[in-house]
Nanobody
């Protein structure tokens, strides 16, 4: 049984930073390609960033580039989402997702396993 555990959300003032963490464990693979998504109230879930199983490939949504970076520590089997210069419009529930294989995907429906989500609230 694969479990995905995401954490690190909270309340932050505009201009501040947060680092979200995600660990996927269990199943037949010790590591997965990972994605971060977010969903604001009344909006669809949207891609934020993704990283390959090896960590050699990654991508960030074009609207977030320059403020968001994704990385992973394979020794700790943990993926991080560093978010800087946060804006009130970044307020959402952030979800980590895992997929078997070497590639991450932009589409949420491609992911097999999901975390419970962590709330990020940015005050103005």
């Amino acid at each position: 049984q694969v479990q995905v555990v995401d954490s690190g959300g909270g309340l932050v003032q505009a201009g501040g930073s947060l680092r979200l963490s995600c660990e996927a464990f269990g199943g037949t693979n010790s590591r997965y390609s990972m994605g971060w998504f977010r969903q604001a109230p009344g909006k669809e879930r949207e891609f934020v960033a993704g990283i390959t199983r090896s960590g050699e490939g990654s991508g960030v949504d074009s609207a977030l580039k320059g403020r968001v970076t994704i990385s992973r520590d394979n020794f700790k089997n943990t993926v991080y989402l560093q978010m800087n210069s946060l804006k009130p419009e970044d307020t959402a529930v952030y979800y980590c997702a895992a997929v078997d294989g070497e590639s991450y995907f932009l589409g949420a429906n491609r992911y097999n396993y999901w975390g419970q989500g962590t709330q990020v609230t940015v005050s103005s």
